[in-house]
């Protein structure tokens, strides 16, 4: 029972508004956890941490149920209204503008783990810092065998001495380039993840967009370049699909040996390669774990050398 | 005899003086010419093509020939001054401000060569596409197999018609994302290639600096990360000795399928992040075979998966 989940994710579950060079959609079901537990589903069974409001569409909750994601952990807030996110992308589609951002239910969460559950991999998706410790605190160690967090520059600017009390205690973290400069007030990225490393993390992995992938570990390093797409429909929830696909593939293999993240920061590049076709889930819906298998090959013939 | 040097560059000989947030030095022994054939010079011996003044210092003469790098084509014009650049890097080492340019001895230079060369693999590197046309007039083809072009902003900017026309000429061109956006008004990179191998050029090298290198043929796509450095010194002559590290491999293999231009790439990668280790040529000067090879295997090992 307790083994039903090897994965768990904390995340926000959303309801965005999106603009893109290429078109506008309402409505549009997103969040950093419903990208991340969605993706890391062909990987392995995923149990969702999150809240919602009463307004939460249940042809959203049907989405995630397409999916082994686990939703005992998917808090309805009665009268809530569910977190909502509006963005707009520039033509070069590297930067995201806020248009509005509201709470919402997101106000009042406090993350209760039933006693039960024991994930052996965690994923402490972009959320407020305290709200990521709250979990942390639930979790059991050494039971739980690696826990990834990721944050964003809000949280870097404004709950920093949150975010380092959480970097302490977690093995892996992934963020954006721009993220890591501000993070570590370091411009080259070698030294910023060496930095980053003396927070906590012994394993870093740095996002650069359209430029790919930078894995850090204690002694090794490992680069990506991203896989080719001529047309980026959508970038929202590329870093969230990314981190699933990344951490599913870990929690699946149960290891997570060097050579083995190597494996996994490639099909979390190929899963976010997907996503960014389509608006929100609307790719990933469609994904075989066969495509899957075919774009990862094409990958490494586009690699190596 | 005229099969002694099977490549040739035209290019720039130049006395830099250079300022990078590690240091600052005056009279550097520069020139895309020169970082072009130095580097190519470990493949297979070059012949130069450039002009420089009376006041050419002769122990950069002596640098040059340390290496197999043919001078035969190395004019000096009498009473002309060697052409001079003056530039700074800003701390994130992308971005080289140019301070001062003194053309001098390229105002007037006609390249004219003699009759019995008869390069294999031709670069024509950053220099004005007038002189680049020049050059192109006097070679034989098909005996001259592979002709690649360099260019930069300031040619693309001003004098783009003469630019097209030396690109309709050219199996190959190798410019950097900054320009390859200049150039085709398109920002996707992908898609800019296409536009460029429109323009002429069946294969395309984009070089996007600490982000690596992408590599287009007619039908098949390559992407190299960068080769990790925490220090980059003095990133003056980058390009153009990736340029001649990758062009030097394919005149010492004598073929360009796509095999071995992802070698040649890699090879070219491997070549740059030496020469920024230090100002101007120093690092090259004590490069050896044996550290080459060693960096490649190192890099290999960095992006496989």
């Known amino acids: 029972m307790t083994q039903r989940y090897p994965l768990m994710v904390i995340g926000t579950v959303a309801v965005d508004a999106v603009e893109t060079p290429f078109g506008k959609q309402n ?13 890391a589903s062909f990987f392995t069974p995923v149990e969702l941490v999150a809240v919602v409001g009463e307004d939460f569409p249940s042809e959203y909750r049907k989405v995630l149920l ?5 939703l005992d952990h998917l808090e309805v807030l ?10 707009k992308y520039e033509s070069d589609l590297n930067v995201a503008h806020t248009l509005e951002t509201h709470l919402n239910v997101l106000l009042t969460f406090k993350p209760k783990l039933k006693t039960t559950v024991n994930p052996q991999y965690l994923f402490l998706a972009n959320i407020d810092p305290e709200l990521q410790e709250e979990v942390l605190n639930q979790i059991k160690r050494p039971a739980c065998k690696l826990v990834a967090c990721d944050t964003m520059n809000f949280w870097i600017g404004k709950k920093r001495s949150d975010l380092l009390k959480v970097l302490k205690r977690v093995d892996l973290l992934v963020v954006n380039d721009g993220e890591t400069r501000e993070l570590t007030q370091e411009h080259n990225l070698i030294k910023a993840a060496k930095i980053i490393q003396e927070m906590g993390p012994a394993t870093v992995v740095i996002k650069k967009g359209e430029h790919g ?3 850090f570990s204690e002694s090794q390093f490992f680069a990506l370049p991203a896989y080719p797409l001529e047309e980026v429909f959508d970038p929202t929830g590329a870093g ?11 929690a699946k293999e149960n290891r997570s040996d060097f050579e083995t993240l190597k494996q996994a920061v490639a099909y979390g590049s190929v899963i976010a390669s997907f996503t960014v076709e389509r608006f929100g889930l609307e790719r990933l819906r469609k994904l075989t774990n066969l495509e899957i298998e075919e774009r990862l090959s094409d990958f490494k013939r586009i690699c190596h050398f």
Do not use: C, N, Q
């Open 213 to 215: 992938v930078l894995l």
């Open 66 to 70: 397409e999916r082994p994601i686990g």
């Open 27 to 39: 409505e549009v079901f997103g969040g950093s956890a419903s990208y991340f537990s969605y993706a």
């Open 78 to 87: 009665p009268g809530g209204k569910t977190f909502r996110w509006k963005g």
């Open 240 to 250: 969230d699909s990314f981190a699933g696909g990344m951490m599913g593939y870990l």
